[in-house]
């Protein structure tokens, strides 16, 4: 996320939490001709891998038509999950592509698709922001960034374009830029951060797995009164 972004003042807190293990587990490559939009498991080690660059013939391998169908689909995926940014590599597509935007609160509804980008310069004004990812559900960080930057990329036409980006979405793409290098959000804090922020995820998950059950109970009974 990346995907989801709050703002909010640096945590204070000061207990330490035993880190969530990540199983090495490895998963065999997405078979190119099965392929469909699904996101990569975190401990999948392909999120930790820098990509190469995209080229258009590439598509062709994973049954997608052009440009414009990629990224119609990584949208659709990144709106199932509420994200408002998401990398191709997320979903296992193993070249230099990223969306971003398409939410209302950011940047009026701003929808980029940028296929091989290079950030030309930040600025040195840096900000505080809590960013989340897709590939990481409900796990939370504070990271320092720069705030703006300028950013050259290929659009989903295949023509060459600039970006100047402030506020969330210079955040969002420059998040989702770390992605092409294998770079993930949480390689970008302390331990002791990351250790807190992955005991509140868990938290987190746990009542959102409870809310679902209490939610399939409660239409079990309704179906049942009906
Ligand atoms: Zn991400």
Redesign the pocket.
Known sequence: ???KIEVTKEDTKAEVAPAVEEKAEIRKGVNPKTFHYELLPPNDPRVRVPVAPFKDHMLEEYGIKDRKELVSGMFELMHKYGGI?L?AI?VGLPFNMFVAGDHKSVENGLKLAMFNPVIMSSSKEEVLMKEG???FPFLFVSITRPRKCLMKYEDENGDLKEAQLDGMMSRVCQ??YD?QAGI??VQKVSKMKLDMAYKKAEKEMDKWKRYQKALKAAQKKSVIKN
Do not use: V
Request: aromatic share 0%; with cysteine; charged share 15%.
């Open positions: 996320m990346s995907d940014g990398s997320q990812c897709l590939t998040h989702e992605h993930l959000m």
